[in-house]
């Protein structure tokens, strides 16, 4: 995000904050796409600054853009480096998942955002950052002990590091698709990495069981152990995983956000904690900005806002009406203030 006087806009910025009028009254939302005819309507309220996406960044992100790059790259130097039992490096993730739990605590009102969470490729280490912020801040809304939290994001940096000792490629992959043996190697891994790093001090025992059981479900349905009375640190990271597994196709197809949300749903109090998925779902648009809608009224719209509290009411641009003619103007709709309107169809 980055603050830019009314004079160094060019048109096409994204707002990054919505532009609010003395009374809290919304002029324009926030990731609206600022047009030259915008501008001067902006200077004519007396509205001299505005904050603005930094390009590269097309969505609200757990982590700022630069701080991300630099903690991949330090994931991945130190996992791709990292040999079965040579485990003195990999003390460096437990600085690493402090570095994510104090950058997520510097954003203002982070518990309270709602964020566009967005499918991507099936990178390991990407899914492994990811996983590690969305469990922290889960944990953060559930208010549950630092040092816990601490030990959850060293758990979530490395609850993967099992698949380095496996001979299969599962990106892109469903693990339905896999035959008898390529199944079982897949099943160790948890297993593996839970072995190769029991025995070392400097990790705990929370982290040590996330490796173990993050693929474990409440039903008894999930592997290695096929338990059911799983500790509440290893819940948060089943579910984020497996919502972040989805997303970005990870041992599975990849499917979009809102389908992932539905699977969660579905088995709520079934294979995942009924509680934690409530609260997992307090910060995760359903519709990401800037994914293209079909609403129920035939209109194709794109979604540019969310609303805190109705993740699946954004706000939503008309693009184009149902006759597929262009909508000329700004036409915004507030899904929470007109209840007629709803989103029907996500187009890929």
């Excluded at 915008?38 to 630069?66: M, P, T």
């Excluded at 993740?311 to 939503?316: G, H, L």
Aim: charge should be negative; hydrophobic fraction near 35%.
């Amino acid at each position: 995000m980055k603050k830019k006087r009314l004079d160094e806009l060019q048109g096409n910025e994204v707002l990054a904050r919505p532009l609010m009028t003395w009374d809290y009254q919304v002029i324009l939302p926030e990731g609206t796409v600022i047009r030259k005819e915008h501008i001067a309507k902006i200077g004519e309220l007396g509205i001299l600054e505005v904050y603005v996406r930094e390009e590269g960044s097309g969505e609200i992100a757990f982590l700022k853009l630069d701080t991300e790059e630099m903690i991949h790259k330090k994931v991945r130097d130190i996992l791709e480096r990292h040999t079965y039992h040579n485990n003195q490096d990999l003390e460096e993730l437990s600085r690493t998942a402090d570095n994510i739990i104090s950058t997520i605590l510097e954003e203002d009102q982070v518990v309270e955002k709602v964020y566009d969470i967005r499918e991507r490729s099936s990178d390991i280490y990407e899914h492994s950052i990811n996983v590690c912020a969305m469990a922290i801040l889960t944990a953060l809304k559930l208010k549950i002990d630092r040092q816990k939290i601490h030990d959850i994001g060293v758990g979530c940096l490395l609850h993967d590091i099992g698949l380095r000792y496996t001979t299969l490629n599962f990106n892109e992959k469903d693990v339905q698709s896999l035959n008898s043996q390529e199944t079982a190697e897949y099943k160790k891994h948890p297993v593996y990495g839970y072995s190769t790093l029991k025995d070392e001090g400097w990790i705990s025992d929370v982290s040590k069981y996330i490796i173990l059981q993050h693929h474990e479900r409440m039903d008894g349905s999930g592997f290695p152990l096929h338990i059911r009375e799983i500790p509440m640190e290893s819940r948060i990271v089943n579910v984020c995983d497996a919502f972040d597994e989805m997303i970005c196709g990870i041992t599975r197809k990849k499917t979009k956000v809102y389908e992932a949300i539905e699977y969660l749903k579905s088995f709520q109090n079934i294979k995942f904690d009924g509680k934690i998925v409530n609260v997992f779902l307090t910060f995760t648009a359903v519709y990401p900005a800037g994914s293209k809608v079909i609403t129920n009224e035939g209109e194709l719209a794109e979604v540019v806002s969310q609303n805190r509290d109705f993740q699946d009411r954004p706000i939503i641009r008309i693009l184009k009406d149902k006759n597929g003619n262009a909508v000329r103007g700004e036409r915004l709709i507030d899904l929470v203030k007109v209840h007629h309107v709803f989103i029907d169809k996500v187009l890929e």
